[in-house]
């Protein structure tokens, strides 16, 4: 019977639509075997240096493998290794030594669209600073929204515990309102009494008739 | 009675509609005014009853299904003959908790009523609750539940007779205590718009033992939606068959629902199919927001959540005459994954750790990210990668 079990699994995952995204290989395991051997060895020592000042060396091999995947030449993975390194460190800095890799990534791509470092020390610690947080505070600052105005909104939609989507649903509504001719200041305004109201993330459509849910999520597509 | 309890269930199905939010927020409250007609079963006499109905329906859900929500529904009967005015509420509920893999388990309730004066009395109430158990694949979808409810129903009837050389007034007054438990299952499979599969259930009431087997399509565009159905129905009265279509059609404040069919007997009320029923509800939303149309430039969409990560569905719209379409990120180790075409968007589900992840596309090969895509940040090579953050453990 045990032989079987694998075939199984496939057959449950295959009909069922699953499927996992993280391969067996880790990201070291798989730069090595995808990088030039020189190559690799300097990417090795820079995520070496890396993990000695807190920053997990994984980050640094995904960069590296990113680059791959987009035909880079050789010559210029490792400066940008390098120089993603650079950001890393900032984004540490800014946040302290408490902070895991997610929340570094989504800070070392604040410092890359324009977001400052004192505007990230400024979601504090704690849920302030999730990396939701700091990806909506760059996505609002990209937008246009002045860096403190952009700050208080993403401060008060964690204050306020605002779900994972109404977060991500926030600088479109700051656009949409925009494109509809609203200034950012009201823009912003307007998304804030919605999340004071309760009610930032949009309503769900109302199903037909029936006693079982219908709609895009009964057909698998919704949450 | 029975073309009362007919037209209660009618109505009472119509008042429930638009109450099963299950992705986003919901807080609003409408007006709804509209018209149905009902047909008594094959072996009651009389004719077919319509009414004119007006109401009001409100809803509060968070984005993951939970919450509650009220309709109170008035109608006017348009032939005092053939049925009565009629008041009918609902107030309901959901708690739902996500297992992770797509499986959520929850609880769901309602209470409601019925009643009315002409030609006799009639009132029903009644609860009932499902537990329930749920996945959501991104081919198979499937519901288990197990329910129970109780209820009571009183009919008051008046006749005058002859009673010496007087005439009197008797009165008789039926009580009925109502119940039932039993379970229901449904499997559907299906991608994009359109997903059919098959249904059947088991109840023990009052009435006796009800079964049934059917068969469902659903059809999604947009907001709206339109289900058919098809039963067999086993049921101590004798065999059934039940069908019809039901519909909901939103369209900026306004909404449009209704249902055109046989309508199924109802093992709680002990309500019997009738020859039909049909009717339509225009709704006008008068306080909150109507749905909001996802933003469409998103590639990707959380489905299902767990401590260490989430399913996500991953889509873009690939430029025309695109042949292969994969995705890669930090969460393939940037290998590539290939992706299906579902009519202009191509799709995949992948479960993906808690992070922020770097991730793009590969385009018959070479790198693609949408123009409008969003938290795009451009890499060290004059490029840009999107980036997804997947909240968990070791997300912060």
């Known amino acids: 019977m045990r032989p079987h079990m694998p075939m199984i699994a496939l057959a449950f995952m295959v009909a069922t639509g699953m499927r996992p995204a993280v391969a067996q290989e880790t990201p070291r395991a798989r730069a090595q075997s995808v990088l030039p051997a020189d190559v690799f060895a300097q990417v090795d020592v820079a995520a070496r240096s890396a993990e000695q000042d807190g920053i997990p060396g994984d980050i640094l091999f995904n960069k590296a493998l990113e680059g791959a995947a987009k035909s880079v030449p050789a010559d210029r993975l490792v400066p940008a290794v390098q120089s993603y390194g650079v950001r890393l460190r900032e984004a540490r800095t800014a946040f302290g030594p408490d902070a895991g890799g997610p929340l570094l990534v989504a800070g070392a791509d604040a410092l890359q669209r324009g977001v400052g470092a004192n505007l990230l020390r400024g979601l504090g610690q704690g849920r302030d600073r999730s990396p939701m947080a700091v990806l909506v505070l760059a996505d609002l600052v990209e937008t246009g929204i002045g860096d403190e105005r952009a700050l208080s909104l993403v401060r008060e939609a964690m204050q306020r515990r605002a779900r994972e989507q109404q977060m991500l649903d926030m600088p479109a509504q700051v656009r949409r309102l925009m494109r509809q001719g609203r200034s950012a200041e009201d823009a912003v305004e307007q998304v804030r009494r919605a999340l004071q109201r309760g009610r930032g993330g949009g309503v769900i459509p109302p199903v037909a008739p029936g006693s079982e849910p219908m709609t895009r999520t009964r057909r698998g597509t919704g949450g | ?396």
Do not use: K
Not at chain 2, 83 to 93: L, T
Not at chain 2, 169 to 189: F, K, Q, S
Not at chain 2, 335 to 350: F, I
């Open chain 2, 1 to 396: 009675m029975r073309t009362m309890t007919g037209a209660a269930m009618f109505l009472l199905t119509c008042a429930g509609t638009g109450d099963r939010p299950l992705r986003a927020q919901t807080a609003d409250l409408s007006v709804e005014v509209g018209g149905s007609r009902v047909v008594p079963p094959a072996e009651v006499e009389g004719d077919a009853a319509g009414f004119l109905v007006a109401g009001l329906r409100g809803s509060r859900y968070t984005a993951g299904g939970s919450g509650g929500h009220a309709s109170l529904l008035l109608g006017r009967a348009l032939d005092a003959a053939t049925g009565g005015d009629f008041v009918s509420g609902e107030v309901g509920g959901a708690a739902w908790r996500r297992l992770g893999g797509g499986w959520s388990t929850g609880l769901e309730g309602r209470a409601f009523g019925f009643g009315v004066r002409d030609p006799f009395a009639y009132a029903a109430g009644a609860v009932e609750g499902s537990a329930v158990l749920r996945y959501r694949g991104s081919v198979l979808s499937g519901r288990l539940a197990g329910t129970g409810g109780v209820g009571r129903s009183r009919v008051t009837i008046s006749t005058e007779v002859q009673r010496m050389r007087r005439r009197a007034l008797v009165v008789e007054v039926l009580e009925d205590d109502l119940w039932r438990w039993g379970g229901t299952a449904e499997l559907l499979a299906g991608r994009g718009a359109v997903a059919a599969g098959v249904a059947g259930g088991a109840h023990r009431s009052a009435g006796g033992t009800y079964r049934s087997a059917g068969l469902r399509l659903v059809v999604g565009a947009g907001h709206g939606a339109l289900e058919a159905r098809l039963d067999a129905w086993r049921t101590p009265d004798g065999n059934e068959t039940t069908g019809g279509i039901a519909f909901y059609v939103p369209w900026g404040g306004w909404s449009a629902r209704g249902v055109v069919g046989r309508p199924e007997p109802d093992p709680l009320l002990l309500a019997e199919p009738g020859r039909g029923a049909g009717g339509v509800l225009l709704g006008r939303r008068i306080v909150g927001r109507g749905p909001t149309e996802a933003d469409p430039s998103a590639l990707y969409e959380v489905r299902d959540d767990s401590p260490a990560g989430a399913r996500v569905r991953i889509h873009v719209e690939a430029p025309p005459g695109a042949e292969r379409v994969q995705v890669l990120g930090d969460f393939t180790v940037w290998e590539p994954v290939s992706m299906q075409a579902r009519g202009g968007l191509w799709t995949v589900d992948l479960d993906v750790p808690a992070g922020t992840h770097h991730f793009g596309f590969l385009v018959d090969g070479a790198w693609y990210l949408p123009d409008d895509a969003p938290d795009a940040v451009p890499d060290e090579w004059g490029r840009r990668s999107a980036t997804m953050v997947v909240e968990g453990e070791g997300g912060s």
